[in-house]
């Protein structure tokens, strides 16, 4: 693991209330329920475990802060959201706040109303052994691909610290591991269309691929759960996931989410 990105902190966010009639407090109150974003695949802040359930630091708090509002800690509901649904599920109203990690910019803080930071974090970059890579300048080279999460805080840090590296832009922590894992793909094709019933996206590459049966059979031994995390997130918005890749053929993922 190799050291040397930006430090950065991780905040609560609210909606910025329409109308100074009801506080965003008292429609909690009334409903006896907090409504709250959080992610389920970023450890050890929230992620879901291997009893399906979701459990973190983040996930704690929303509990702590049911019991101090409503005195029940499991008065809550949460709303599992990718890096970007955090904004819209507090603005649209769909989630009273999120618990998730995110960064401050003048434009968010115009709609976004964020807390003091809760935390303070640094920034870390994962290679793989055989890259041979021991500093994180070296990875300013075209050859390497640097796989980052699909917001505008990263993709600027990383134009910033690495202008050169290829980028392989994603929407969640456990798929970065992923990317790194099964090795860096030469192509990447997205495909996403209405069936009619739901929105389905394919997502298909041509890398190293790897043996799916293999990786499951030996969660238990390594403590990863990355593919089950996965599976889980869809689950819990009620979407089917499906994957298919083996040793040198690539890899192809399936994501079918019914309309509402």
């Not at 909606?15 to 974003?37: C, F, G, N, T, W």
């Not at 994603?170 to 094709?189: C, E, N, Q, W, Y």
């Not at 590459?205 to 790897?210: E, H, T, Y």
Request: with cysteine; aromatic share 6%.
């Amino acid at each position: 693991m190799l050291r040397g990105l930006p430090l950065g902190f991780v905040l609560m966010f609210f909606a910025v209330p329409a109308s100074a009639q009801e506080s965003l407090l008292d429609v909690v109150l009334k409903r006896d329920k907090l409504i709250v974003a959080t992610y389920s695949t970023s450890p050890p802040l929230a992620y879901v475990d291997e009893n399906g359930k979701l459990v973190g630091f983040e996930i704690d708090m929303a509990h702590e802060i049911a019991k101090d509002l409503l005195g029940d800690p499991e008065k809550v509901e949460f709303v599992v959201v990718q890096s970007d649904g955090r904004f819209p599920a507090a603005l649209s109203g769909k989630v009273d706040f999120g618990l998730c990690s995110t960064t401050i910019y003048p434009d968010r803080a115009v709609r976004i109303a964020f807390t003091r930071p809760y935390l303070d974090t640094g920034g870390s970059v994962i290679a793989r052994k055989d890259a041979g890579i021991k500093h994180v300048k070296e990875l300013n080279d075209p050859k390497f691909t640097y796989a980052i999460l699909n917001v505008p805080p990263a993709i600027n840090r990383a134009k910033q610290v690495l202008p050169q590296v290829k980028q392989l832009l994603l929407d969640s922590p456990s798929a970065l591991f992923l990317a790194i894992k099964t090795g860096r793909a030469t192509r990447v094709d997205i495909d996403l269309y209405d069936d009619g019933n739901a929105v389905v996206a394919v997502v298909e590459d041509d890398g190293k691929g790897f043996d799916v049966a293999a990786v499951l059979e030996n969660y238990a031994k390594r403590g990863s759960l990355g593919l089950l995390q996965m599976r889980e997130s869809a689950r819990l918005i009620g979407a089917q996931l499906s994957l298919d890749s083996s040793p040198g053929q690539g890899t192809r993922v399936r994501l079918r989410i019914p309309a509402q």
